[in-house]
Structures are given as structure tokens and as C-alpha cells.
């Protein structure tokens, strides 16, 4: 059986793409067709199907035939919920890097 911390780290290389947290920031507003994610993604279409299979074969998300177009959607909520976190973390992240910055700037000559 391969242990929870394993399972976790394959599922964040998943996500270790650009070009897939992009689709999943996209996706994070409701169901796009292949050719909406291609407009706003701007990368090949090769490319983008191939990114769309990896999030596809981790379940990350679903694809649906609609007419003559495919349609992706988010497997769940959880996942624009883990989207959102990240923005946070690194919003947070770069205030108190700027806060640090500031701190430093504003010190004396004779301090540094």
C-alpha cells in the first residue's frame, strides 16, 4: 500500500505545471469548452490536450462531449477551494516580503 505522504506528493507534481493551474484557475469558474481554455491559455492545442489528459487520468477533472466540442469541469470543488488557499498563502507570502523590504530600506546606512 503506498503510504498517504506519497499519494500527496504525486498529486501536488500534477499540479506542478504552469500551463495545469492555469486550466484549474480557469476551470475554477464553471465548465469551458477546449477551444474557450485555448483562447485564454494561448499555447498549442497539442500542448493543452496533452495538460488536459494529465489532469484528466489524476481526476482532477471531467471531460464531456457537447455537440461537437469537448467540455472540462473541476472534479469537485475542492479543487478551486485548493486554488483559492494557494493564492492566499502566496498573497500573504509577498506582503511580508514587501514589509521586509520596506523594514530594510528604512534602516539607517550605519545600521546595515
Given at each position: 500500500m503506498v503510504p498517504l505522504y506519497?499519494?500527496?506528493?504525486?498529486?501536488?507534481?500534477?499540479l506542478g505545471h504552469p500551463v495545469r493551474i492555469r486550466?484549474?484557475?480557469?476551470?475554477?469558474?464553471?465548465?469551458?469548452?477546449v477551444r474557450d481554455l485555448l483562447a485564454d491559455?494561448?499555447?498549442?492545442p497539442s500542448s493543452l490536450s496533452q495538460q488536459l489528459a494529465v489532469l484528466r487520468r489524476a481526476g482532477i477533472v471531467t471531460s464531456r462531449r457537447d455537440g461537437g466540442s469537448v467540455v472540462y469541469e473541476l472534479a469537485g470543488p475542492d479543487v478551486a477551494d485548493l486554488m483559492a488557499a494557494a493564492r492566499r498563502f502566496l498573497t500573504e507570502m509577498i506582503e511580508g516580503q514587501s514589509e521586509l523590504l520596506e523594514a530594510l530600506r528604512d534602516e539607517p546606512a550605519a545600521a546595515r
Open positions: 506519497q499519494r500527496k506528493a504525486e498529486f501536488f507534481r500534477t486550466v484549474l484557475e480557469l476551470l475554477g469558474d464553471g465548465p469551458l469548452a491559455v494561448e499555447i498549442e
